[in-house]
């Protein structure tokens, strides 16, 4: 099993920059896939990107194009989630999950991890 701490989240004004990280503790990291997820005040949970355990492969939502990087230090058992130019629809408790996955494999869906973090707040005020 692995255990997953998500930090980072606040509040930022529009255009502004935060870095969220998902540290873990447990098994090994590398062997673990890891998506970030978000869910808006009345809205159902939606992917966000993704980095594979090798951390050589990474994905993100369209609404995120040009605006976040992931990546992952395995030797910290850490993946961030770096986000740009935030916008208030960004607004979103974030939660990091991990897959067994040691290989170069994303995945997108939220039914496909297995641990969750608890979630961190990320409040963009207009």
């Known amino acids: 099993q692995v255990q997953l701490a998500e930090s980072g989240g606040g509040l930022v004004q529009a255009g502004g920059s935060l870095r969220l990280s998902c540290a873990a503790a447990g098994h090994t990291f590398s062997t673990y896939a890891v998506g970030w997820f978000r869910q808006a005040p009345g809205k159902e949970r939606e992917f966000v990107g993704a980095?594979?355990?090798?951390?050589?492969?990474?994905r993100h939502a369209e609404s995120m194009e040009g605006r976040c990087t992931i990546s992952r230090d395995n030797a910290k058992k850490t993946v961030y989630l770096q986000m740009n130019n935030l916008k208030p629809d960004d607004t979103a408790v974030y939660y990091c999950?991990?897959?067994?996955?040691?290989?170069?494999?994303?995945?997108?869906?939220?039914?496909?991890?297995?641990?969750w973090g608890q979630g961190t707040l990320v409040t963009v005020s207009s």
């Open positions: 980095c594979s355990g090798r951390g050589d492969n990474t």
């Open positions: 999950a991990a897959k067994l996955s040691s290989g170069s494999w994303v995945w997108l869906e939220e039914n496909e991890y297995d641990y």
